[in-house]
């Protein structure tokens, strides 16, 4: 006759010391997949989030930009702070010309970079640059630009930043009020001093505009982890007031 075994009829054959030994593996175990569970979800999950959720500010922040009216770009240093100063100069270097003044930060020179307009060939740099060049720098700026503000010929006026335009820049009408042209760049630190009336530089009755695109690295002010690791560049871009009119 054949022997059947239950459940209830087997006997365990471990000891007392097993038991322990073995409930000790099982609580080590434990804690062991709730940190790696607990890692995964600090350093991968949180920050993808992040990542995936600033990915509209990401591309925005890092487009090339494109203010209508454009006539010459050039790319600036990455800066981390928007309590920089900076300074665009238009002045005679052979023909007219752009100097930009880097007042420089804790882990940047000042620096003077001299920009012909409209080819964008830059025949002067200074870095380390000193006090005393960009006040040469500001005594060859160009007696043109203490004209009005005549972006399409007729006489206008600029207005950057203000409560309810900050980081934002306007052309207005002299004539009428109405919006000429305007730029806002996307950042969520923006500069309130983007533009820059530069004259007519090129003489054909318009003036010329320095839009300047800050780009600040937000990582330093917030979890932008994308500043953090690909930095932020600068543009400055000159717009000529005929093109962006007519």
């Given at each position: 006759m054949e022997s059947s075994v239950s459940i209830e009829d087997t006997v365990s054959t471990e000891s007392p010391g097993d038991t322990g030994a073995s409930h000790g593996h099982?609580?080590?175990t434990a804690l062991w997949n709730t940190g790696c569970a607990a890692a995964v979800l600090v350093f991968v999950v949180i920050p993808a989030?992040?990542?995936?959720?600033?990915?509209?500010?990401?591309?925005?922040h890092r487009r090339t930009p494109e203010p209508r009216g454009l006539v010459l770009q050039l790319e600036l240093r990455e800066s981390a702070s928007p309590l920089e100063r900076w300074e665009f100069l238009p002045i005679e270097r052979d023909g007219p010309a752009v100097a930009i003044l880097d007042h420089g930060a804790s882990a940047f020179p000042k620096t003077l970079t001299v920009a012909r307009h409209p080819s964008g060939e830059l025949p002067q740099r200074i870095e380390p640059?000193?006090?005393a060049d960009f006040e040469l720098a500001r005594a060859a700026r160009r007696t043109k630009s203490s004209i009005a503000f005549d972006f399409d010929g007729i006489g206008d006026e600029f207005v950057t930043g203000g409560?309810?335009?900050?980081?934002?820049?306007?052309?207005l009408s002299g004539v009428d009020g109405r919006e000429l042209w305007s730029d806002e760049d996307p950042l969520e630190y923006e500069s309130n001093e983007r533009l820059t009336p530069l004259g007519d530089l090129d003489g054909d009755g318009c003036s010329e505009l320095a839009v300047w695109?800050?780009?600040?690295?937000?990582?330093?002010?917030?979890?932008e982890l994308v500043d953090a690791i690909f930095g932020a560049k600068r543009w400055l871009s000159i717009v000529s007031g005929a093109r962006a009119t007519r």
């Amino acid at each position: 006759m054949e022997s059947s075994v239950s459940i209830e009829d087997t006997v365990s054959t471990e000891s007392p010391g097993d038991t322990g030994a073995s409930h000790g593996h099982r609580v080590v175990t434990a804690l062991w997949n709730t940190g790696c569970a607990a890692a995964v979800l600090v350093f991968v999950v949180i920050p993808a989030i992040g990542v995936i959720g600033a990915m509209p500010t990401w591309t925005e922040h890092r487009r090339t930009p494109e203010p209508r009216g454009l006539v010459l770009q050039l790319e600036l240093r990455e800066s981390a702070s928007p309590l920089e100063r900076w300074e665009f100069l238009p002045i005679e270097r052979d023909g007219p010309a752009v100097a930009i003044l880097d007042h420089g930060a804790s882990a940047f020179p000042k620096t003077l970079t001299v920009a012909r307009h409209p080819s964008g060939e830059l025949p002067q740099r200074i870095e380390p640059a000193t006090d005393a060049d960009f006040e040469l720098a500001r005594a060859a700026r160009r007696t043109k630009s203490s004209i009005a503000f005549d972006f399409d010929g007729i006489g206008d006026e600029f207005v950057t930043g203000g409560d309810a335009r900050y980081g934002r820049g306007l052309v207005l009408s002299g004539v009428d009020g109405r919006e000429l042209w305007s730029d806002e760049d996307p950042l969520e630190y923006e500069s309130n001093e983007r533009l820059t009336p530069l004259g007519d530089l090129d003489g054909d009755g318009c003036s010329e505009l320095a839009v300047w695109h800050p780009r600040y690295d937000r990582s330093d002010y917030d979890t932008e982890l994308v500043d953090a690791i690909f930095g932020a560049k600068r543009w400055l871009s000159i717009v000529s007031g005929a093109r962006a009119t007519r």
